[in-house]
């Protein structure tokens, strides 16, 4: 099924049900949930999915999966997706959080093939077989570390989702704790508690998952120029050791698939 809504869909007898959708560069999918867990895979572009506790990233040729009934917003940055959505009590062993995947080729052409069916495609024939075999596929797939946290304090939320929409190498500890009223002491231990990440920790990998979107059109120089890196050396050091990947394999310019 292609560019068709899940709510049309939605009731149909079927434990996985396959869109692909196409979306305008810079869409926003506002907040929203859905009944179905979701494999959210972004043939091309990248994608920010944003959720009450965290925000994740995905790269080219990655997928997220979404739980069941998680509030959750999405931005599209020339994004091209193909979806499944999948009834809870088919997948009990999905995670109770998002999570960045990987999507080797085997994954990827199955996703390309199940987006041509129809809703009510055959459980006995081809199309059930494929259904079947993607949830094998994605169960055998590791979490990628393309995330960071949000803090469940309202304040300490609203810092951190101010930096990501504009990150500044120059921001401390000591601002930080000055806009919340605090002690910088009491502050950083605040935020490691709703964390999990000393706030020096969580800046660096908000920065470097903010580089993931702007390699779609800057160089690795550019990019690590602007984020405040004193070389592209020292920013493709930081990148690999985070994400075990260089960000060249994102750059402008770069052919074939990342990762």
Not at 27 to 39: G, I, K, P, S
Not at 92 to 109: M, S
Not at 125 to 145: C, F, K, Q, T, Y
Not at 216 to 230: F, K, M, N, P, T
């Amino acid at each position: 099924m292609k560019n068709v809504p899940l709510a049309d869909v939605d009731h149909v007898d079927r434990a996985v049900l396959p869109i692909g959708t196409d979306y305008p560069p810079g869409h926003v999918l506002d907040w929203h949930e859905h009944r179905r867990a979701q494999f959210l895979y972004g043939a091309t572009g990248v994608m920010v999915v944003d959720t009450g506790d965290g925000t994740w990233t995905v790269p080219p040729e990655r997928a997220v999966l979404i739980p069941a009934a998680t509030r959750h917003r999405v931005r599209m940055l020339g994004v091209s997706t193909r979806s499944l959505y999948i009834e809870p009590d088919a997948v009990p062993w999905w995670p109770g959080t998002c999570t960045v995947v990987d999507v080797p080729p085997l994954l990827r052409e199955l996703l390309l093939t199940a987006v041509e069916f129809e809703a009510d495609y055959s459980l006995s024939g081809r199309a059930g077989s494929v259904a079947d075999l993607l949830l094998h596929e994605i169960a055998a797939r590791a979490p990628l570390p393309f995330h960071v946290r949000i803090p469940a304090g309202a304040d300490l939320a609203a810092l951190c989702r101010e930096y990501l929409a504009a990150p500044d190498s120059g921001v401390t500890n000591a601002v930080w704790a000055a806009r919340t009223n605090m002690s910088e002491r009491a502050f950083t231990r605040r935020f490691r508690a709703e964390t999990g990440d000393s706030p020096a920790v969580w800046r660096g990998r908000a920065r470097l998952l903010a580089a993931v979107p702007l390699l779609r059109s800057g160089s690795v120089s550019e990019v690590g120029g602007r984020l405040g890196y004193a070389s592209p050396a020292a920013f493709t050091a930081a990148f690999t050791r985070t994400f075990g990947i260089p960000p060249s394999r994102f750059a402008q310019g770069h052919r074939g698939r990342p990762g």
